[in-house]
């Protein structure tokens, strides 16, 4: 296979970079992502550690990180069939950008929420 070697530009309508932006900026592709940091989880695990998510969305999103190559499913040849996901070396990579983005919202949710609050009020009085 040949490596492709030019440099994306997000800003560039029709580069591939965008797609990738667009998967790995999507909600529960970070929140998979990030729980994924800790270890391989099986499915059943992964919906607990995210809570909200259903199993149709779950099972959606890590096939796209499957198939984009961000996750590592692995099945094991036992009965019950056992099927852990982990996090590829492409996936890992992806990881430290992804604590700094999860970080900044751990820190700052309190401000985000307070300028909707006074945004709101703003457009309830005008």
Known sequence: MERIKQKGDVSAVGCPSREVLNLIADKWAVLIIYSLNKGSLRHNELARALGDISQ???????????????????????????????????????????SMLTQWAEKNFARVLVARERYTKERQVA
């Open 56 to 98: 149709k969305v779950l099972t959606q999103n890590l096939r796209k990180l499957e198939q984009n190559g961000i996750v590592i499913r692995t099945v094991y040849p036992v009965v019950p069939p056992k099927v852990e996901y982990t996090l590829s070396p492409l996936g890992q990579n992806l990881t430290e950008v992804l």
